[in-house]
């Protein structure tokens, strides 16, 4: 009942208060960006929804207008010289995503759940069907995020999501949109450029533990 009825009906209610509330926000927000740097203020992009339809997400646009299309930022060469310095606080802060709660409110994605998909990541789409991840809403934040975000291994993140769809019900959802909450604050497992970075730290450790005992 919670999945197939009240979780829309919650989406539409706060995301609704969210877009009224927040309105000041999006004009500071987009003075910020035109004043910034040159191009739109929004960025849309072709990712991976529910049942694997495509649809177009929204977001504050933080990189220059000449930046590679459609390649994931942990992809690009020195990613840090496409970002802008509004984009980068935003990024930072997470406020880059802000935009998708229209995204939300037209019923593309709902608030927790696992992350869209951008259309070419054949290989995260793969592992989710594992789990049967692709067949809920791709939400604006999700278990994964919380437990990792930009430094998850796509094996991991996949894993996570699938916990996630087991899980589901109002008590979790209610668990990851707090947990959330506290994650942006401190910016947790935000890794410009670079994924797996749990991983790499491991095996760094690993690789000092081993020339220290030789």
Known sequence: MYKNFFKRLIDIFLSFIGIVVLIPLF????????????????????????????????KYRTMRIDTPHDVPTHLLENPEQYITKVGAWLRKTSLDELPQIFNIFSGKMSIIGPRPALWNQDDLVAER?????????????????????????????????????????FGFDCKCFFMTVKSVLKSDGVVEGGTGELNKEKENKKDDTDKQSK
């Open 27 to 58: 004009l500071a927000l987009f003075i910020a960006i035109k004043i910034d740097s040159k191009g739109p203020v929004f960025f849309k992009q072709k990712r991976i929804g529910k049942k694997k339809k495509t649809f177009n997400i929204i």
């Open 129 to 169: 069907d594992k789990y049967g991840a692709n067949d809920v809403k791709p939400g604006l934040t999700g278990w994964a995020q919380i437990n990792g975000r930009d430094e998850l291994e796509i094996a991991d993140k996949a894993a996570l999501d699938g916990e996630y769809v087991k899980r589901l019900s």
